[in-house]
């Protein structure tokens, strides 16, 4: 069965230092990879999806940059982190959104001080 | 990105009593999932949906894919406490390699 981790569970950060967060998924191969955003009590953003290894796509200009170095892991990360990128970040998978759900890891709270 | 309007944003209701809440979209959508998300957590897939008409029920809940597809319901019948917690519509548009995600309903049920 397919499972996805998601590291660390919670992170608190000061304004400028850097950011790395890790997303691993097994049990599959060349699955579509996605980072989301939840700021506190709202809906989720999608920051980033991958299809491929090395291949992202980003949906909003912003302080963060993610990479795909292998089949199966998503790192999202930043230079120098900022207040506003305080918020719950999930790392979700799937097979093929058209026909097939996506899965979500269990989040890293992150906070920005 | 996609614009998804989820209704109502929060619920307080009575133990027993049934639930519905629904998601518009302003575009087609070929896909529509229903998550549940508890404090903590990532969102746990409830529902999907393929086919537009397509009606599908998990235990006590049950979830239409519209007609029009752009639009999705998700009910909820008999509430019970375990239920509480923030319910997500998301759909994948055509052609679309990603899921955008309805802003929620947050829901309370009262003993």
């Known amino acids: 069965s397919q499972t996805i981790h998601q590291w660390p569970a919670t992170l608190v950060q000061p304004v400028g230092s850097p950011l790395s967060l890790e997303c691993t998924v097994e049990g599959t191969s060349n699955p579509n990879l996605y980072w989301y955003r939840q700021a506190a009590g709202r809906g989720l953003q999608l920051l980033f999806y991958s299809v491929g290894i090395g291949q992202i796509s980003s949906e909003v200009p912003q302080n963060l940059s993610a990479s795909r170095p292998q089949d199966r892991q998503f790192i999202l990360s930043s230079k120098k982190l900022l207040l506003s990128d305080s918020g719950f970040y999930l790392c979700?998978?799937?097979?093929?959104?058209?026909?097939?759900?996506?899965?979500f890891g269990n989040g890293t709270r992150l906070t920005v001080t | 990105g996609q614009q998804l309007n989820q209704s109502p944003q929060s619920m307080f209701i009575q133990e027993g009593e049934d639930v519905s809440m629904n998601c518009t979209s302003s575009?087609?959508?070929?896909?529509w999932l229903w998550y549940k998300q508890e404090p903590g957590e990532g969102p746990v897939l409830l529902i999907a949906?393929?086919?537009?008409?397509e009606l599908t029920s998990n235990g006590r809940l049950t979830a239409q894919f519209g007609i029009t597809r752009k639009d999705s319901f998700l009910n909820i019948s008999a509430s019970i406490p375990s239920d509480v917690g923030i319910y997500f519509c998301?759909?994948?548009?055509?052609?679309?390699?990603?899921?955008?995600f309805g802003t929620g309903t947050r829901l309370t049920v009262i003993p």
């Open positions: 998301a759909g994948v548009a055509t052609g679309a390699n990603n899921l955008f």
């Open positions: 979700a998978w799937s097979v093929r959104p058209q026909d097939s759900p996506l899965h």
């Open positions: 949906l393929y086919k537009a008409g």
């Open positions: 575009s087609i959508f070929n896909t």
